[in-house]
């Protein structure tokens, strides 16, 4: 049962975020505004997760000082509320499908800018090198073909449209799907950033739970603040019965889940195992919409498969590379296993002459 949870939690988290681009996106398309979507989205988060935060870690976390909270402040910032709004008005420009193939940029951002601030290690001598650097091309392929190729649209039997609402290709013009994937491919690099910085900010404030916590908690006074900006309109903050009022309190309880959820799994299985997960999400989106009558263009699947190609390709390397430096701690653990049985083989020869 210990080996089924982690597989049971991966398919669930990657359930989650497909429903999560599914609904945000149908919200969208009947008018809810997307920043002030994602200011109700955190505030759900923090009504469920400061309670629990708390509860759990309030006597064991070590004190906040005002250079951790800033600091945790900026990391919520570009990482959760002003990437959030970005990636949703990418989703608005763009469909459900676009955005679950653009998050499998994910995990090769993060892994390539881990290798700038020197967490990782890129040598292109070495075949290893080169397969990872063969998945950021695909993934660059990928992006392209999205942006610039739709294709015909795919249906299967189920006709009937469940939300009633209009084809994004019918209503999105070109330049605005273009804007849309630059949009969610930028909001995935901001994604990259933070991921890679939580390490040296874990250590500063290593209680995992209550620092997310607290950047959530900031990223709702942000996005909030971000929306008086961007919405003016007030009659567009009002909730009301609908798929808008569902995506919201949806996506909400999910992310409160989904920052437990994580934690768990990359505890349970690491980062990697996490990162093999995330392809499941275009599967399940793609999947979801032929349920729902929405219509998938040629150009998403392509694009998907691109860059879910791309993916294994970085993690194909990653793995290679380990191999080849456990093999050499096993060769060098030999040599020296060799060498001090030659010493002692000479040590003890004298003894025997006497």
Known sequence: MGNIAPYAVSIL??????????????????????????????????????????????????????????????????????????????????????ASAVINLLPVLTFFLAV????????????????????LVLCSIGVVVLALYLGPELKLF???D???????????????????????????????LWAVLQGQLLAEYPS???NTTIQIVFATLQSFLMALLIERDFSRWQLSLGVSLVAIIYSGITLAILSYLQIWLVDKRGPVFLSMTVPLTLVITIIL?????EAVTLGSVISGVLMVGGLYNVLWGKRIEQVAMSM???????L???????????????????
């Open 116 to 135: 700038l601030f020197g967490m990782e290690t890129l040598n292109l001598n070495r075949t290893h090198g080169i397969i990872k650097v063969s998945g």
């Open 13 to 98: 988290l990657r359930l989650i975020y497909a429903v999560t681009n599914i609904l945000t996106k149908v919200a969208f398309s009947q008018g809810t505004s997307t920043s002030v979507l994602v200011f109700y989205r955190h505030l759900i988060a923090t009504v469920l997760l400061l309670p629990i935060a708390f509860a759990f870690e309030r006597k064991t976390a070590p004190s906040l000082s005002f250079k951790v909270s800033l600091k945790l402040f900026v990391h919520a910032l570009y990482g959760m509320s002003a990437s959030t709004i970005i990636f949703y008005i990418g989703l608005d420009y763009t469909s459900a499908t676009s």
């Open 289 to 293: 919409t032929f349920m729902i009558g």
């Open 158 to 160: 189920i006709h009937h």
């Open 328 to 334: 050499q701690g096993e060769d060098g653990e030999k």
């Open 208 to 210: 995992k739970v209550l």
């Open 336 to 354: 020296a296993c060799s060498d001090l049985e030659e010493q002692e083989m000479a040590a003890s020869v004298p003894t025997a002459q006497d």
């Open 162 to 192: 469940l939300f009633h609402h209009t084809s994004h290709t019918g209503t999105n013009s070109s330049r605005k799907w273009i804007l849309g994937i630059v949009l969610q491919s930028f909001a995935d690099l901001m994604w990259a």
